[in-house]
């Protein structure tokens, strides 16, 4: 069993008999019946509360004529010069997008954020565990189909899964369409549930446990070479460049990650409001 962290803890106590309840409802049985809420889940909520307040704050210190450094730093992942914040992606791949900004932008800074708040000493990425990429990636899939049905409605939706239109016989184009592309698209729909999943799932897990083992040789260098001379501490720099490189390392993964879960539901979004040739 993981070792609960402080945060779970405390959800636990207030929270715990009524996760209790709720999981004896839908008969799910806990891995923990003394904490039936795991650390992941409480890290998202921990997430989603700092989230909250961190808006809510950024919110009343907006200005047009003297934004503050924070404003201008969230104002760089929407547009940057480099083109590559979410409103720029979303520009550039969907016409008329920005409608489809809240949601996608939401999406990936929820995940950038739980990829680095493990950098707090005693947090944990969510996203290491794998329930949580999968939930993003459900969301996910469900939202950019629910973008094509309303964009084209359920039939017009549906002829996107029986290839582009070529001028053909009617009956060669309906045995290919349904009896060849239908099954290849609804594969190739699916599989994007589980590559979105073990993507963020996979770099993020390997990327914590370097990170905390490498953190936790830091500092065991850092207390012998101080233990063994008086310079030691001075000493102990050299040896800690390389868990300091791994630190670099996670957080490079952690941003990496969640651009790339930002500009996937951009494609795929775009290919589902795409207009048929």
């Not at 009524?18 to 795991?38: C, D, G, K, N, T």
């Not at 920005?98 to 707090?120: A, K, Q």
Request: charged share 10%; glycine share 8%.
């Amino acid at each position: 069993m993981e070792h609960p962290l402080w945060i779970t803890v405390i959800l636990n106590k207030l929270f715990g008999g009524a996760a209790l309840a709720l999981l004896a409802a839908l008969h799910i049985q806990p891995a923990s019946r003394e904490y039936p809420i795991p650390n992941h889940v409480s890290m998202e909520v921990l997430v989603f509360a700092l989230s909250v307040v961190f808006f809510l704050w950024l919110k009343g210190r907006i200005s047009a004529d003297r934004p503050g450094a924070t404003q201008q730093v969230m104002e760089m992942l929407l547009t940057n010069p480099m083109d590559v914040g979410i409103r720029d992606l979303v520009r550039q791949n969907i016409h008329d997008g920005d409608r489809y900004v809240p949601m996608i932008g939401t999406i990936g800074i929820f995940i950038l954020i739980c990829n680095l708040i493990s950098l707090i000493p005693t947090l944990q990425s969510p996203t290491a565990d794998k329930s949580v990429p999968l939930g993003c990636a459900t969301i996910v899939f469900i939202y950019y189909n629910y973008c094509g049905f309303a964009k084209h409605g359920p039939f017009g939706y549906a002829k996107h899964f029986l290839g582009p239109e070529m001028p053909m016989p009617g009956i060669v184009k309906w045995v290919l369409g349904v009896g060849l592309m239908l099954p290849i698209e609804l594969f190739s729909h699916s599989f994007r549930l589980l590559s979105l999943t073990v993507r963020l799932w996979v770099n993020m897990m390997v990327s914590e446990i370097l990170y905390v083992i490498f953190l936790g040789l830091m500092l065991d260098v850092f207390l012998l070479l101080g233990k063994l001379s008086s310079v030691g501490y001075v000493s102990a720099i050299l040896p800690l460049g390389v868990p300091l490189a791994f630190i670099g390392l996670h957080i490079f993964v952690g941003i990496l990650q969640a651009f790339v879960f930002t500009i996937l539901p951009v494609v795929y979004v775009a290919g589902a409001v795409a207009e048929q040739h």
